[in-house]
């Protein structure tokens, strides 16, 4: 029955091109108008969603640039925060022509991060390919969820516990830097981000750079430090969201060496690490934990050992991501605590004894055991990642049409998360300009909605990482405040954030670090 209407209703349309032949253009009339059904088909989520955007309220916009150059000027999340009851509960933005919806509230943020049915992501992040490579945080949806199975496993805390060693020997060194500057007035963001790259480089690569060999590749030779985001210079320059034009422009081609020579020295890293792996006949057990220093560039060479279907690029993309995606977000969200520790040394003194209960003035090095321990810090590296989101807005792409009050978002709209302003809800925040630790411990956070705080992203495509990156930071703040106490400048005590794609200081993070009297008992 059906093919057989099929092939009637073909009928009549040939009976209709015929008659349509016989005027002049018939033919052609006819084609345009299937082009054009052909095009608003295509378009129908577009169409869909700027219908829909047009009846909210936002931030008032330029032609053509729309609110893209609020972005580029950092006041649109600062706006944001304030502002966000003036225009509802949703409000409209629009980024060079294209309409998003931006959610504030935790209710509806989380009808679209708790559902599997909205986990694609903007076009934007695209714009992040040639930058972070194209690992988890840019992956199509089916990719991704195919790698995040694969390297789930490497971020259970069994296989976490084998990096508490370099955490430690890496914030050790930071700790010897620090007592060398005492008593001086020193920027923290430098020797932070230096220390988190030495983390980086020995967890993800396998590459110490104290113990290198003479054959090895130095760390100073390696790209990832040399790049730079051109996702805003491109947007408020909308020619160049178009790929093939951007590639010919001097800035395009430089970002395409910056790829080429990331994706080279993974390569050659990976290659090097397959041959060593295959010459010793190591393994990584996972569950009997064998091996006391692995990197994640080991695992994911076995890894493709095991399923071949993940392939050496899948490996030197999910490394690039590693590598870079690490840098920023944890160097930020450490130099912020430290620096907010140092604004308020009451919480200063409540970290430092914990540490002291936990250690009993030994200076061995910390254990998961110990980590896990610090409570106190932990609420306070939680306070600064509520302030400072090191990540201050996020974005996906609704799925299916999804009801919001008496709004419904049609499916194929784009939706950011502002990270920034929903953790500064006075509903859900008292005070909420305010360093209050006190919010992060259990009975408080209890009570809290569960998405009025998310550094990390949440629901299934949350940062797979965020255990590793909580480690790393207790690590790394403990070592200081075991030897030293942070004080502020006066003059430097305010935090200027800079909205990128993660947040910075705008002329960094200034305190004053003065050595403290205990001596310890041993050496690490």
Not at 210 to 228: A, H, S, Y
Not at 452 to 474: D, H, Q, T, V, W
């Amino acid at each position: 029955m059906r093919a057989q209407s099929i092939l009637n209703g073909w009928r009549s349309n040939m009976k209709l091109i015929a008659k349509w032949d016989q005027t002049p253009g018939g033919v052609w009339t006819y084609l345009v108008i299937l082009a054009s059904i052909y095009v608003l088909y295509i378009l129908k989520s577009y169409i869909r969603s700027v219908v829909f955007v047009l009846g909210l309220s936002g931030p008032k916009t330029v032609p053509i640039l729309g609110n893209a150059n609020c972005v580029l000027q950092d006041n649109l999340l600062y706006r944001l925060a304030r502002e966000n009851q003036i225009y509802g509960r949703l409000i409209r933005i629009w980024l060079t022509g294209l309409p998003y919806v931006i959610l504030v509230e935790p209710e509806d943020i989380q009808t679209v991060l708790s559902s599997r049915k909205h986990t694609r992501k903007v076009f934007f992040y695209k714009l992040l390919d040639n930058f972070l490579g194209k690992g988890l945080i840019t992956r199509d949806v089916e990719t991704w969820r195919t790698h995040r199975k694969f390297l789930q496993p490497a971020f259970h805390l069994h296989i976490l516990e084998k990096f508490t060693t370099t955490f430690a020997e890496c914030a050790h060194r930071l700790m010897n830097e620090f007592l060398e500057k005492a008593d001086q007035e020193i920027n923290i963001t430098s020797f932070i981000n230096d220390s988190v790259y030495d983390i980086l480089s020995e967890t993800v690569l396998g590459i110490n750079r104290t113990n290198r060999k003479p054959d090895e590749v130095m760390e100073d030779d390696l790209p990832f430090r040399k790049g730079q985001i051109m996702l805003l210079y491109r947007l408020v320059r909308p020619w160049l969201l178009i790929e093939w034009i951007y590639r010919l422009t001097k800035c395009g081609q430089e970002e395409e060496k910056q790829r080429r020579d990331l994706f080279d020295s993974c390569f050659k890293m990976m290659k090097e690490k397959r041959e060593q792996m295959r010459s010793k006949g190591a393994t990584i057990d996972s569950d009997k934990g064998e091996t006391n220093k692995i990197s994640l560039l080991e695992y994911m060479v076995e890894m493709n050992e095991k399923n071949p279907c993940f392939t050496d690029e899948d490996i030197v993309e999910e490394c690039c991501t590693f590598m870079l995606a690490g840098q920023d977000s944890v160097g930020t969200a450490t130099a912020m605590t430290m620096f907010l520790l140092a604004q308020h040394p009451e919480w200063q003194e409540k970290c430092i004894e914990e540490l002291n209960a936990i250690f009993e003035g030994d200076s061995r090095r910390p254990t998961m055991k110990d980590l896990k321990e610090m409570r106190c810090l932990e609420m306070c590296i939680k306070e600064s990642l509520r302030l400072y989101p090191s990540v201050p807005i996020i974005a996906r792409i609704v799925g299916e049409d999804v009801k919001i009050g008496k709004h419904v978002i049609p499916e194929g709209c784009g939706v950011f998360m502002s990270l920034y302003s929903t953790h500064r809800l006075p509903h859900h925040f008292s005070d909420p300009e305010a360093f209050k630790p006190e919010r992060f411990s259990p009975e408080n956070s209890e009570k809290r909605h569960p998405y009025a705080y998310f550094p990390f992203s949440a629901g299934p495509r949350n940062c797979i990482g965020y255990k590793f990156a909580m480690l790393e930071m207790k690590s790394m703040i403990s070592a200081i405040l075991r030897k030293c106490r942070l004080q502020s400048i006066p003059g430097k005590e305010e935090v200027r954030p800079k909205f990128r794609m993660t947040i910075r200081a705008q002329g960094g993070l200034w305190i004053k670090v003065v050595a403290r009297d205990q001596a310890p008992k041993s050496n690490l």
